[in-house]
């Protein structure tokens, strides 16, 4: 069925071309333009480019407006321009298929083998620590949910996709997937629904969501029976 | 009294030992008794002989039969000489006559009967259908003793000998039909044509040899390939049937055949039994086949009855004795027998020289071939290149089944001391072979063969020009990558790749310049040597160039084709940093300028993406084409729809 869909959507047209600017600022809000290396303060009238990442702080807030939307970033929260946009169901099913063809194809047998030896190896002699990165993390969640708070369901999905991909520690809160996946199952994309209620029914959850859970899943289940008759 | 003094057989009803017509030679060649219709399998030249002896009151022994037969194509002609098929008859009259007043004689007849010659023709209409026919002479050599009273001054008796000649011609047609595999009927008529030449003596004209005429039908029916049934009938209540096994002997055949026969003009019903040892080869069969009747023989008979039974048949009738015979037959093939058959070839790619290892994956050609045979053959595909490859190259065997029709590919290799930078057109030599010591078919294409830096424009195949200059890449990197030995010795061992990356990518941008390509109207692409020698190239030649130095010191690296503009292609490229998603921030803290990527084992890894024609430095490339990635790759879904493509090196 996913197949099916994607045949179909291969001919939408999307393009992005919203210019962005900041109308407002409260706090302290930065930016990572895509041209630069380094996070800048974010001042007011900036124009921000779409794949520019911006970040606010606590008790900080940007309000950013192109021609036809107006959004506003609140505090602990960040999110990249180009994911403020307005999407359809179809752009959304084809940004859903875009994790497979990113990734590596699985090659019959195993032919290459890794690379252990040049200049020589040093595995033993460090583990490295990771720092806790989540924090980023959060604060794109955050912007995701903000997203889906402004009417831009489709691309809280994708932001939200994207942030457990960099992220993964993020996706032990349990909350903020129920919450995507709640987007997801309104969306009518059971199938992608039922994958992720499955990921976090795996989570250790409290009775409450374990319940909930569990109920979307055996919704979906009948749906999708129901759908395959 | 009646004497038979020599001996041999009967009519639907050879000395070979086999009366079915099957796939084995020595069955068809040089019988016309019930292979009518000349019919054969034999490819070119065949010779005959059978050799044996008869149990009469003493073993008289003869060489029964000659035959040389030839195939013209569809048409194969047999002559045959048979010196032993004779029978000759001696009556002595039973009273004395004294002769010349001094001792009494016995007055004789003698009836000799021989078939002398004959000769087969056939005519294969297609597998399936044959017809023929052969021609057979027969000599009747009558002789009878008289005496003569002589008058003079006293009566005497002159003992004359009369001579009564005359010949026989018979012209019999015959076809064979192999309505399924396993199954072949053998229908002909006996006697249907004959011409003789009357004998003088009206009284010998009921000795002459029998012409009623009759029809023949044979059936013959293998289950499998090794046994083989056969019945022969014919329509004057005379039969034959009979079987044979044989088994492989290496190449070669080896068994036995039993049959029995029954003669309308002998006792018992069951006239006669003949096992034969059979043992056949590619080039001679041999069979031992010993006749047994069941019947004492008659050696002695009343002339009377002879007068009214006769025989119509010299080789067996109820005279004949117990026989045993040794044929040999030798099969001389002075052709070589094609055995396969182009039908066409179709070149499927002309030859990039850089994408060598693609052709051996690949086949450069597809020919159809078909089996002109009824087994099933393995065929040797043989390609030579002119210009390119002067030996031989074989490409894998392939089996094809009997008559049918299969595709066989041609693959190449292109010498890597190949240097022509020019295309030219060339030729290429198809072979296929078999058994032969020579080729069965030989076909002859042009075909295009390009310069070595060449490019069919497919990105996908820019990674040959990244593996086949990877000694140079690594001696080059190597050298690179040692004079920061140090600071690479102090890095966390995360981040090695990416540093090293880092390090290549520094140095190998200096003294570098973008340049087009040099030839407006052909994909041109430059080894890495060539890019670092020139110093310079366009997209395809950085990337590559960029790609092999990565890869020789095993970052792994893929191609990033960007066509999204139809006229103006992009390539660039991304390498695997072997970072894990949590390690990411140890790179950059901007996340839009990584990529998140499975590997082949479902682990996330973290790729980047190189601009190799942002010639500045290594975090300008980068953030350059981490943009346009995330822009047309993901921000423009290029990647679902096809627009962009990720191309793995290996």
Known sequence: MKKYLLTILLFATITYSQTFHAEKVNGNVRIFSSNNTNWEQLKPKMILDKNAVISSDKNSSILIKSDEISFTLRESSAITISDIRKMTLDELVLALAMEDVMNVPQKKGNEKSDNTGVYGDKVNEEILTTIKSNDFGLKRLNGAKQLAENGMKESAIIAAKEVYRKYPETKKDATTRIYFA????????????????????????????KKYVESKIEQITKKLIKRDF | MLIAVSASGQTS?????????????????????????????????????????????????NLYQITAAKTFGSHFVSLRYTPGYQKEFIFKSGEAIPFNNTEPINLESRFLYKELFGAGYSYRINSDLSVGFNVRYFKHDFTNENVTAIFSDTIYF?????????????????????????????????????????????????????TDKALFAGINYSPSKFFNMYLNLETNNSFLGGMSYLFDLNKNKLGFAVSAFHDNEQEPYIAGIIPAAIFTSKYFDLSLTYVKYFSE??????????????????????????????????????????????????????IYPALNDKYIDEPVATAKV??????????????????????????????????????????????????????????ANFYLMTVNDDFDDEYQKAMLVNGINAWDGNVKNLRYFIQRDMDFSVKYSKTILAKYKTEID???????????????????IENLTYTSDPRASAEYVQYPNQTLELKGGDCDDLSVCYSSLLESIGIETALVDYKTNASLRHVNIMFNTKLSPNQAYLISENDTKYFIRKNESG??????????????????????????????????????????QIIEVY
């Not at chain 2, 002159?158 to 192999?178: A, C, F, H, P």
């Open chain 2, 370 to 427: 078909v089996n002109l045979t009824n087994e099933k053959i393995d065929v040797k595909p043989y390609l030579i290149i002119s210009g390119i490859s002067e030996d031989k190259l074989q490409s894998p065997i392939v089996s094809i089944p009997p008559y049918d029709t299969s595709e066989v590919n041609y693959y190449a290799v292109i010498s890597e001391n190949y240097t022509g930078v020019n295309p030219e057109i060339t030729y």
């Open chain 2, 158 to 210: 002159v003992r004359e000998t009369e001579e009564d000649n005359s010949e026989l011609w018979k012209t019999d047609i015959g076809v064979i039909w192999k309505p399924f595999d396993k199954l072949l009927i053998n229908l002909g008529s006996i006697n249907l044509f004959t011409l003789d030449s009357e004998v003088t003596n009206e009284n010998n004209s009921n000795f002459e040899i029998k």
């Open chain 2, 603 to 644: 682990d996330d890894e973290v790729w980047i993406p190189i601009e190799t024609t942002s010639l500045s430095d290594f975090e300008r490339a980068w953030i350059i084409a981490s943009d346009k990635f995330q822009t047309e790759a993901i921000n423009n879904f290029g990647l679902v729809k096809g627009e962009v």
């Open chain 2, 13 to 61: 009803f050879g000395l070979n030992g086999i009366y079915g017509i099957s796939e084995e030679s020595f069955t068809s060649i040089n019988s016309f008794e019930y292979n009518i219709s000349n019919y054969s399998v034999i490819k070119d030249w065949a010779f005959s002989f059978t050799y044996g002896g008869e149990f009469a009151s003493s073993v008289t022994s």
């Open chain 2, 490 to 508: 102090t890095i966390a061992n995360a981040i090695s790749n990416f540093h090293k990356a880092k390090i290549i990518f520094n140095s190998f």
């Open chain 2, 297 to 350: 023989r008659n050696t002695t008979g009343s002339y009377l009855d002879f007068k009214i039974d006769g025989i119509s048949n010299i080789i067996n009738n109820k005279y004949s004795y117990d026989k045993l015979l040794l044929t040999t037959n030798f099969k001389l093939n002075t052709l070589v027998e094609q055995r396969v058959k182009f039908l066409g070839v179709e070149i499927k790619h002309n």
């Open chain 1, 182 to 209: 709640d987007l997801l199952f309104g969306s009518g994309l059971y199938e992608e629904a039922y994958d992720e209620y499955s990921e976090i029914n795996a989570l250790t959850l409290n009775t409450d969501k």
